[in-house]
């Protein structure tokens, strides 16, 4: 079975710390994707990033980065410098090459100035 | 370029009444579509999914159902709406890959 967990259910940093929210999956799958995706007070959910289960490089991108360890079932994501702007709730999903996204419940991080 | 629409953005609905909301996609041919359900401060949980024309799977037995009458038009429905189904109803396309799922705005249902 495939499962995700996101054990921070909230977090609340001062703006411009850098902050780091984790994610734990489990699958029995070689080829899979992870995916974060931001969702703000609006609701949609806005996409972060894709990996596949071959990629285990770190990326970065401006002042987000993501840690990909396989060793671990992990797939963190790091914010540095973080921003009022910042402040949403973070799913982290898991899916089959061809299946359904499975989702974390989230965590919620408040950034305060 | 592809796009999802899906609406309403808010409603309302007495416990009892009838629902169906709409999702449509754009721009791409025999997509999979997914319908997700957020509960108020809650994870988002899969409620349908659909290959193709007719073709609906069911994640979680629950009050409400879900039909794909065109190709990109997948539609989720209630007879009689609950309390319990209030919640953020999110629909989803995957590309034919698999690589990548885009969300609609989604749907914030109230039962009262």
């Known amino acids: 079975a495939q499962k995700v967990t996101q054990a921070q259910t909230e977090i609340s940093v001062v703006e411009k710390e850098d902050v780091t929210l984790d994610c734990v999956y489990e699958t029995r799958d070689t080829t899979y994707y992870l995916f974060w995706y931001k969702q703000p007070p609006s609701g949609e959910l806005v996409f972060l990033i894709r990996r596949n289960s071959f990629d285990e490089q770190n990326e970065i991108s401006g002042r987000y980065s993501w840690n990909f360890q396989k060793s671990t079932s992990s797939f963190n994501f790091t914010i540095t410098a973080s921003q009022v702007v910042d402040s949403a709730v973070y799913f982290c999903?898991?899916?089959?090459?061809?299946?359904?996204?499975?989702f974390g419940t989230g965590t919620r991080l408040q950034v305060f100035p | 370029s592809q796009t999802i629409h899906q609406w309403p953005a808010t409603l309302v609905q007495p416990v009892g009444s009838p629902l169906s909301l709409e999702c449509t996609v754009e721009g791409t041919s025999n997509p999979n579509l997914y319908w997700y359900r957020q509960a108020a401060g809650r994870g988002l949980q899969l409620l349908f999914y659909?290959?193709?024309?007719?073709?609906i799977s069911s994640e979680v037995p629950q009050n409400l159902s879900a039909s794909r009458p065109q190709d990109r038009q997948f539609i989720l429905s209630s007879k009689k709406l609950l309390l319990s189904d209030s919640g953020f109803y999110l629909c989803?396309?995957?590309?034919?890959?698999?690589?990548?799922?885009?969300f609609g705005s989604g749907t914030r249902l109230t039962v009262v």
């Open positions: 659909s290959v193709g024309i007719g073709q």
């Open positions: 999903a898991l899916s089959r090459y061809t299946d359904k996204l499975i």
């Open positions: 989803a396309w995957r590309d034919g890959q698999g690589y990548g799922y885009t």
